[in-house]
């Protein structure tokens, strides 16, 4: 089972960050890194990702936003990340920045075709949920390599993700690996997961928030996709303990 850590580059601290890398760079199969999440300025992602690629030799999947740059500072960044040895990326919209203005020069599907074609390069795409089925097919028909998804807080939604999907990967004659975000259950992310319930119009279900059930959904969910990753804004102390609880099993 493939199995990620996504981290948030920092404004300043770096070692902070790359301290918390090292303590399960042999625990996962790769780092997932955020790029400037809500919109907030901070360390761009593919700039980490070739400080923990150097530092630590781990294998960063760069989440790639196409609303902060225009077309051609997206794509010469892209040359440069290949140069450096990056070779795995995250294509998203992402969050409008609180700064400046959105810029929707290209789609992430159209960055994506271009990525792999012009610079040889892993390509993945975000999915969210709800979605309609023309999104999905949209997203299949670009030839992603895997696709990421938001996090989900019951199995019959995931039930539901992964029948809608299976159709429109047969439509599209299309089937990359899925790899769902699992967001800890914990104290300290609890607003944010009652806050991703408001936005996906559900009502925030009752967990225990320890590491047994973390460990009991993951693994109901592990029937709909190949793999997880492990995001916890609260705190990385339960990602590092979920993911080692998680390789020991």
Not at 7 to 23: A, C, H, L, Y
Not at 138 to 167: G, H, N
Not at 170 to 199: D, I, Q
């Amino acid at each position: 089972m493939f199995i990620s850590l996504e981290i948030t580059p920092p404004k300043r601290d770096v070692e902070k960050v790359v301290n918390i890398v090292k303590q399960v760079r042999d625990s996962v199969d790769a780092v997932n890194i955020t790029d400037t999440p809500l919109g907030q300025p901070r360390i761009p992602g593919f700039i980490f990702a070739i400080i923990l690629r150097e530092r630590l030799g781990v294998e960063p999947i760069v989440h790639y936003k196409t609303i902060n740059m225009n077309l051609t500072n997206l794509k010469s960044v892209l040359y440069g990340c290949v140069a450096t040895g990056v070779k795995k990326f995250l294509f998203m919209r992402g969050d409008n920045p609180i700064e400046g203005s959105p810029i929707s020069d290209i789609s992430p599907e159209e960055l994506s075709m271009w990525a792999k074609k012009e610079l040889n390069v892993e390509t993945g795409l975000a999915v969210s949920w709800p979605i309609s089925m023309d999104k999905l097919i949209s997203k299949l028909s670009a030839r992603p390599d895997y696709v990421f998804t938001q996090i989900f807080l019951s199995i019959e939604d995931a039930k539901r993700f992964r029948s809608m999907f299976d159709e429109a990967a047969n439509k599209v004659g299309w089937f990359p690996p899925v790899y769902c975000t699992h967001l800890v259950f914990c104290e300290e992310n609890l607003s944010t997961l009652k806050e991703v319930a408001r936005l996906m119009g559900l009502e925030m279900p009752s967990f225990k928030l320890d590491v047994e059930t973390n460990v009991n959904f993951i693994t109901e969910l592990e029937r709909f996709f190949e793999g997880f990753m492990i995001s916890s804004p609260g705190g990385y102390d339960h990602a590092i303990q979920l993911i080692k609880t998680l390789k020991e099993a």
